[in-house]
Structure formats: C-alpha cells, structure tokens
C-alpha cells in the first residue's frame, strides 16, 4: 500500500506557472513508476505524464510536451510536475498516481494502482 499526499495547484494566468507536488508514504517509494493525470470539466481522466522508477525514462502527452516538466526526488519520497506557459486548455482537476506492477513510464489509466485526492488547476486567459 501506498498513499499519495498531492499539494499545489491553484489559478493562474496564462502563461504563467505552477509546480504539483505528490508526497508518497508506505512502501519504498522507488518500487512505483509515477504518474499524472488530469480530468477536465466534463470530460474523461488523461495522461499527462509519467516517469519509470528510477526516474531516468519520462513520457509526456503531446499537448503539453515542452511546457510540462515530471521529476522525481526518491530520497523525499515526492514526484513533481512543473507546468510552464500554461494555457486555459490546462484547466483541470490534477491526480498523481503510482503503479508496482510497471517500472516504466506507462500513460495507461488502468495501470495505475493508487492515486492522488486530486488538486484543482485553474488557468485563466
């Protein structure tokens, strides 16, 4: 087991910034590839990110690849995302995740195990 704490988020304008945080505790956080995911209002869960275990593979979606940045500090046991340049189209609710079962960057909702409590990201134009 494993729970994720996430922190962040809140409204900006476009353009600007903001970093997530997802703190991990339980089981070895390094046994997890990380991952995350965004609900927009209305719509299905997406990937946005994902990063392997030793954080040394990372995979973006399309629309936010160059503007949207995942790492990961095992020693703190935390996954980060850095969003640059947002955009309105960022608006959304913001998940962390965390899978046992897949050491690489894996974009598919259904491998992940455990996830976030979510935390809203507003981008105003």
């Known amino acids: 087991q494993v729970q994720l704490v996430q922190s962040g988020g809140g409204s900006v304008q476009a353009g600007g910034s903001l970093r997530l945080s997802c703190a991990a505790s339980?089981?070895?956080?390094?046994?997890?590839?990380m991952g995350w995911f965004r609900q927009p209002p209305g719509k299905e869960r997406e990937f946005v990110a994902a990063i392997s275990r030793s954080g040394d593979s990372t995979y973006y979606a399309d629309s936010v690849k160059g503007r949207f940045t995942i790492s990961r500090d095992n020693a703190k046991n935390t996954v980060y995302l850095q969003m640059n340049s947002l955009k309105p189209e960022d608006t959304a609710v913001y998940y962390c995740?965390?899978?046992?079962?897949?050491?690489?960057?894996?974009?598919?909702?259904?491998?992940?195990?455990?996830w976030g409590q979510g935390t809203q990201v507003t981008v105003s134009s």
């Open positions: 339980g089981r070895t956080f390094s046994s997890y590839a």
């Open positions: 995740a965390a899978t046992a079962r897949f050491g690489i960057a894996t974009t598919i909702v259904g491998r992940y195990d455990y």
